[in-house]
């Protein structure tokens, strides 16, 4: 299994981007999906997960900017993100908990994504 995150770059201060991560392969289905990030010298954190049934949870940093949504059809999951600010300048990863047949459970990491926001 694959995950491929795309939508990344940069914008001004107050702007929008939408970033999206596709899971690909064969024998697997998707649980809970998720967005981390990790700005420079700083750990990674959790901004904002969705389970299977659509309940979300937002880091406090990010709540009433960003909202996380989900395509089951299409394994994707998106994050928007609007009125972005410098401080949400970091490398955004997805991570996505997965059952794959014969295998089992587990939770995987996409690539990162830059998001740069310049002030």
């Known amino acids: 299994v694959q995950l491929q995150a795309s939508g990344g770059g940069l914008v001004q201060d107050g702007g929008s981007l939408r970033l999206s991560c596709a899971a690909s392969?064969?024998?697997?289905?998707?649980?809970?999906m998720g967005w981390y990030r990790q700005a420079p010298e700083k750990q990674r954190e959790l901004v904002a997960r969705i389970t299977s049934g659509g309940s979300t949870y937002y880091a406090d940093s990010v709540k009433g900017r960003f909202t996380i949504s989900r395509e089951n059809a299409k394994n994707t999951v998106y994050l928007q993100m609007n009125s972005l600010k410098p401080e949400d300048t970091a490398v955004y990863y997805c991570?996505?908990?997965?059952?794959?047949?014969?295998?089992?459970?587990?939770?995987?990491w996409g690539q990162g994504t830059l998001v740069t926001v310049s002030s």
């Open positions: 392969g064969s024998r697997f289905s998707v649980n809970d």
């Open positions: 991570n996505v908990g997965l059952l794959r047949v014969g295998v089992g459970r587990g939770h995987f």
